[in-house]
């Protein structure tokens, strides 16, 4: 099944990754950057583009988000492309993970077979996330 991820979607999961993809300076700054945007998306803010610009910023959060996105035109424009011999196994229809604390916007997605679900980067490093299930939006 295809979905319908979005720039957004990419932001929150890839909150998740940073430390892995980039020095620790980095993923500090580009961590906190990537919060406030998600925010201000959070209380209805148009911050689209602004969050592909953070994300096409260094060639592995530009990687990440184009695997995650799988679409040729979201980040292509910006001259990525996947490198050749990349065999990684990406699933299709990514699982949906969500932090079971009240009010806590963090989501993820589990891109890979075998990925480790973290913990929530808002309640590192108490809790972890549960997957998402219609009920668990009511809660
Ligand atoms: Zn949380």
């Given at each position: 099944m295809i979905q319908d991820l979005n720039i957004i979607d990419a932001g929150y999961t890839i909150c998740f990754h940073l430390k892995e993809l980039l020095n620790s300076t980095d993923a500090e700054t580009t961590g906190s950057e990537l919060k406030k945007l998600l925010n201000r998306a959070q209380s209805g803010e148009k911050v689209n583009s602004q969050l592909r610009e953070l994300l096409k910023r260094s060639p592995e959060t530009r990687k990440w988000t184009y695997n995650f996105l799988n679409t040729e035109e979201e980040i292509t424009r910006g001259g990525f492309k996947n490198p050749p011999g990349d065999s990684t196994q990406y699933i299709s229809g990514m699982k949906k993970y969500i932090c079971p604390?009240?009010?806590?916007?963090a989501y993820w997605y589990r891109?890979?077979?075998?990925q480790e679900v973290p913990k929530c980067f808002n309640h590192v490093p108490h809790v972890d996330l549960i997957p998402y299930t219609k009920e668990s939006e009511t809660v």
């Open positions: 604390e009240n009010g806590c916007p891109q890979r077979v075998g």
